[in-house]
């Protein structure tokens, strides 16, 4: 062993209890870092798993057809594009075959989707209709685990809405209501299911029919106008929907795009916990570099007696960068160990419907990170004593 | 300078270990400047025991320092082994320090925390990176020569005044030191211990030829000393040899 880290060891077992105390300030800190870490990750990663679990993690659509100026015959020509001109993806088995060899992609659903109105007697609602194959219904949204009344089944041709719009209409699982698309066409439908998903966007304005009963409403016999992936990670979906616009010439959009506000808030989120995590970081430099000033003060005659006998100044400040990384490693590793167990037990406490009452992953508390950056710290603090205890002037120090 | 210390230096040209040459050190307090040292003149020949004597205040603390490089003089030249010392930087004086002095203090400065072994090894383990087996041994042997190998491995603090001083005696020789200083070695122990410690640098000093500079106030130790060098406000006041101690 380095003589050095022996002489380091030495002094911070010498005085073990002051040691144990500031083992223990470190270790709090760490705690309180890992904790913060754990908890903003976990809160990050719930709310992302809640909007990811609802939506498609990439939707394909056909690309935006706009008016395009160009030049015959050194003259401008206008191309104008009509607005009812129906946007739709034909050639989507062909589609669906790239994006399944894509490794990632997890389910890929066929839509067809567009905006109709739902009257019941003298009352109409707006509803945005998601055609889908009955078998998958739950592809994008498991909407079959958010049925409060009926079923989620779609084959018998029947209509699934929202329990917000149900009420407004006063509709009931069995009820007859019109549908009238925004193409014209209507149908009498009745309505097979209602859910709750707990997004008001969902439980008030959607509706779910059977791909086969959408396409004469919308006026697409063969084509359909999106189609909806859902991937094993969603976080590679902007790694994805590139690789599919490139493969389809299909407007490919990650779902991160569509939810910018989602990741607005988690990047907030984020930026408070580094706050934290810097003030954190900030207690445990100070903490260690104050007690090992007053070491510094407290071992001058030792200090003095070393430089007399003609010990190096590298040497002592060695030893105090030493002290300092004994303690931060120490304290680091306690206080990650601690933040852990914390994490884990308050992830384990449950409200009455059984959800966790703190959104925190007990995993996510950058365990390593804190290491480091606290061992880093720790020798960082040291500097400043170590410089002082290789300054001591060993007549002042000895005559002390 | 005197006539004695003339002699002295001519006598002992061969065997010189240190010489100090019109060394003059001034503090400065504000705009108040004292002269400790005014001009000392002083050769220590190899193998040789010598007290250094005066009132508190007369500059013996002042020299000592300047005499084992642990202050630099503001003027004046200063010789180890025939190499001068004036130029050297803070780093090469604590190599020189390491290598050829040795120094025992009055209120014997142990590490508390280290055992006597580890103390006396200190000087030697600390410039070489470890506390190597070769050093333990040493150790070892220097703690048996001043009759505390039974005590190597009691912490400092278990020890007695009498045995920190004597351990303190044997990490000053750990690397072999040329000179050793002592300041008031005997100043802070009981008449039997002090005796004892004496009785050691005594027998050191002639089995090893080690050459000892001691500052004292207690004429006991002086006069067993082969040679005294009086100070008075800054100056040698007198240079006793062995014959007339």
Known sequence: MPFSLLVAWRYITANSLQTLLLVLGVSLSVVVFVFITALINGLSLFLTQEITSKIAHIELEPVNKIARVLTADSRFVAQPVSTLQRKQIRNWQQVIEIAESIPGVSVISPIVDGNAFLVRGEATQPIAIQGVEPSKIDAITKISSYIIKGTADLTTGGLIIGADLADELGLFVGTPVLLKSERGSERLLSITGIFRVGLSNLDQRVGFLSIRVARPLFDLPDGITSLGLKLDDPADAPAIAKILQNSTQLKSTPWQEKNKSLQNATDAQGRTGNFIQGFALLAIIISISSALLLSTYRRRAEIGIMRATGISRQFVATVFIFQGVFIGALGAFLGAAAGYQLCVQLASITKADGSAMLPIAPSEGSYMLVIILTIVGAALAAVLPARAASAVDPVEAIQQ | ?245
Not at chain 2, 3 to 28: D, E, G, P, Q, Y
Not at chain 2, 61 to 72: K, Q, V
Not at chain 2, 122 to 141: C, E, N
Request: hydrophobic fraction near 40%.
């Open chain 2, 1 to 245: 300078m005197s006539k004695v210390v003339s002699r002295i230096v001519k006598s002992n040209t061969n065997s010189t270990l240190l010489l100090a040459n019109n060394i003059i050190k001034t503090f400065r307090n504000g705009e108040q400047e004292t002269c400790v040292l005014k001009g000392i003149d002083l050769t220590i020949p190899q193998g040789k025991m010598i007290a250094l004597q005066g009132a508190s205040g007369s500059g013996k603390s002042t020299l000592l320092n300047i005499l084992g490089l642990l202050m630099r003089q503001t003027s004046g030249k200063l010789m180890l082994l025939d190499n001068s010392l004036t130029d050297l930087s803070d780093a090469e004086l604590s190599n020189y320090r390491n290598r050829h002095l040795g120094f025992v203090f009055q209120y014997h400065n142990l590490l508390p925390d280290f055992t006597a072994l580890e103390n006396v090894a200190f000087p030697a383990a600390a410039p070489r990176g470890r506390l190597t087996a070769d050093i333990k041994k040493r150790s070892l042997l220097l703690l048996d020569k001043v009759g505390l190998s039974d005590r190597s491995n009691f912490l400092a603090s278990q020890l007695s005044g009498g045995q920190k001083q004597r351990v303190a005696i044997a990490r000053s020789l750990i690397n072999n030191p040329k000179l050793v200083f002592a300041d008031e070695p005997t100043g802070n122990l009981d008449q039997d211990s002090a005796k004892q410690v004496m009785n050691l640098l005594r027998d050191i000093n002639r089995t090893d030829n080690t050459t000892f500079l001691i500052s004292t106030h207690d004429s006991n130790v002086a006069v067993n000393c082969d040679k005294i060098v009086r100070i008075a406000d800054g100056k040698i006041a007198a240079l006793l040899e062995d014959d007339i101690c």
